[in-house]
């Protein structure tokens, strides 16, 4: 993340990445956030990707990303209600950029956590058992 010289974000650069993490559910346009933030659409695009060495674009899939993440790891959601509940308007866009984040489908991420939590379970088990019995 870059800064102004004296080291701090641009406050209209904050008031974007916030309002985008405010309002990631919904339809989010450059047009709705420059709005926000009271800048030219053209200009905001330019000084994000300047400050913060990313396109405006990813930073709004990057943020919906790890919303998504939180959510499949929190239960078991359908993937469809999950996809559109982090504001991705289609599951090939949602499905589209999860493997470009994860390196996986949805349903892989989920299924590689879960089968990481059981071996959590499993593996610390005996250490418990052991643990358990030690005591007099």
């Given amino acids: 993340m ?3 010289s004296n080291g ?3 406050g209209g650069i904050w008031k974007a990445r916030r ?3 405010e309002n990631f559910g919904d339809h989010i346009s450059l047009g709705a956030i420059a709005r926000a933030v009271n800048v030219n659409p053209t200009y905001l695009s330019e000084k994000f990707k300047h400050v913060t060495g990313i396109k405006l674009v990813d930073y709004v899939a990057q943020t919906r990303f790890e919303q998504a993440k939180k959510f499949l790891n929190d239960g078991d959601r359908p993937i469809s209600e999950i996809a559109f509940a982090a504001g ?3 599951l ?5 950029v999860f493997k470009k984040f994860a390196g996986s489908s949805p349903t892989k991420y989920r299924l590689k956590k879960v089968a990481g939590l059981g071996q959590q379970l499993k593996s610390d088990a005996p250490s418990e058992r052991i643990r358990k019995n030690a005591l007099p």
């Fill in 92 to 96: 090939s866009q949602f499905n589209r």
């Fill in 8 to 10: 701090v974000e641009p």
């Fill in 88 to 90: 991705f308007q289609s």
């Fill in 19 to 21: 309002f985008i993490e």
């Fill in 2 to 4: 870059r800064s102004d």
